[in-house]
C-alpha cells in the first residue's frame, strides 16, 4: 500500500501549519497539499483542517511512499526521466487502498518532489514522461498545456485504413450512463485534432497497424476518434462495445475469454510509441523499448 500513516508526537499547542513546517520539516508547498487533501489526522482519526490549534497528543499523516517492482526509467537528466508503462499499471493511485501504481516507481527513483508531467490510461502501454523536481515540473506541464510535444502513439484498430486521415472532431461527456466515456457526437465540445497513418493491413483478421499523432491532449483522444470513424482500437472494452460490455468491464465483471470474444484482445492495444521535444535548448527524441511484436 503506498500511503503510510506516520505518527508525530504534539508537546504543546500550536496551529498546524507551524507544526508541519517545524516539527514534521515539511516544506510550505507540501503543508498546504496535505492540508488540501486532507490526510493529517488526530488522535481520535479526525481529519486536522487548516489553521486548527492542535490539542491532542499526536497527529498522524497519511504520507505517500513509493515502492518498487524493478520497473527503471529507460531514460533520464538531470530534470526529467521516463519511463515505459507496461499495460495494465495505473499511473496514479485512485484511493489509499490503492497498491501499486507508476507513481511508486517515480518516488521511489527520484523522492518526493517527482511526479507525473502527463498521463495515459492503465492500459495503454509506452512512454511516460516525469519531473525530477517541482521547477521542472512547472515547465514541463506548461509544455503540454502549450503543445510543445509530440506524441505518437501506435494501434491496431478494426478493419482496413489504406490513407492518412486527419480527424478534427470535437470531444466531450458522452451524457449517458458510463460515466467515463467520452463522444464526437454532441454539438458542442473542446477541439480535437488527431492525425492517423497506416502501417500494416492484416487481412486474415481485417485489422491495421496505425500510427496516431494526437496534437490535443483530450481524455481518451485516440479512442474516442478512432471509433468516431468507424475503427475502434483492439481490445477497446468501452468504445466499439455495446453498453452492456463496457459496463461488465467497468465493474470488473468481464473475464479475459469474454474481453478477446467482444473486443478482439485481451488488452487495449494502444502504445505510446515516442514522444520529441525541445527542453532547455536541448532536442529530445526518444522512442520505447518495448517490442512492436506485441502488437502484431
Do not use: W
Amino acid at each position: 500500500m503506498p500511503f503510510v500513516l506516520k505518527r508525530y508526537p504534539v508537546h504543546k499547542s500550536q496551529k498546524i501549519q507551524l507544526f508541519l513546517l517545524n516539527e514534521a520539516k515539511m516544506s510550505m508547498n507540501m503543508v498546504q497539499k496535505v492540508l488540501a487533501k486532507k490526510r493529517v489526522f488526530d488522535d481520535k482519526g479526525f481529519v486536522v483542517v487548516n489553521s486548527q490549534i492542535l490539542e491532542c497528543p499526536y497527529i498522524e499523516i497519511a504520507t505517500f511512499e513509493g515502492k518498487t517492482k524493478g520497473l527503471k526509467p529507460i531514460f533520464e537528466v538531470d530534470d526529467f526521466a521516463l519511463f515505459d508503462k507496461p499495460s495494465g499499471l495505473m499511473v496514479h493511485p485512485v484511493s489509499r487502498a490503492t497498491k501499486y501504481t507508476l507513481l511508486d516507481e517515480i518516488r521511489y527513483h527520484f523522492g518526493d518532489e517527482a511526479n507525473l508531467v502527463h498521463r495515459i490510461d492503465a492500459e495503454t502501454s509506452g512512454l511516460v514522461l516525469v519531473s525530477k523536481n517541482k521547477k521542472s515540473e512547472k515547465i514541463l506541464k506548461m509544455m503540454f498545456e502549450n503543445r510543445k510535444y509530440v506524441k505518437k502513439y501506435l494501434a491496431i484498430i478494426r478493419g482496413n485504413i489504406s490513407k492518412e486521415i486527419k480527424i478534427n472532431t470535437a470531444i466531450s461527456k458522452d451524457n449517458k450512463t458510463i460515466r467515463v466515456k467520452m463522444t464526437t457526437k454532441n454539438f458542442i465540445g473542446k477541439e480535437s485534432l488527431t492525425f492517423i497513418t497506416p502501417i500494416k493491413y492484416n487481412d486474415i483478421n481485417n485489422t491495421t497497424l496505425i500510427e496516431a499523432i494526437p496534437r490535443t491532449g483530450r481524455q481518451h483522444q485516440i479512442r474516442v476518434h478512432l471509433d468516431s470513424i468507424g475503427h475502434p482500437i483492439l481490445g477497446d472494452p468501452v468504445y466499439g462495445v455495446d453498453e452492456k460490455i463496457a459496463n461488465d468491464y467497468l465493474l470488473k465483471n468481464l473475464s479475459n475469454q469474454d474481453r478477446l470474444k467482444f473486443t478482439g484482445a485481451k488488452r487495449l492495444m494502444l502504445h505510446s510509441n515516442n514522444i520529441s521535444f525541445i527542453y532547455k535548448n536541448i532536442q529530445y527524441d526518444i522512442c520505447s523499448k518495448q517490442s512492436i511484436n506485441e502488437m502484431l
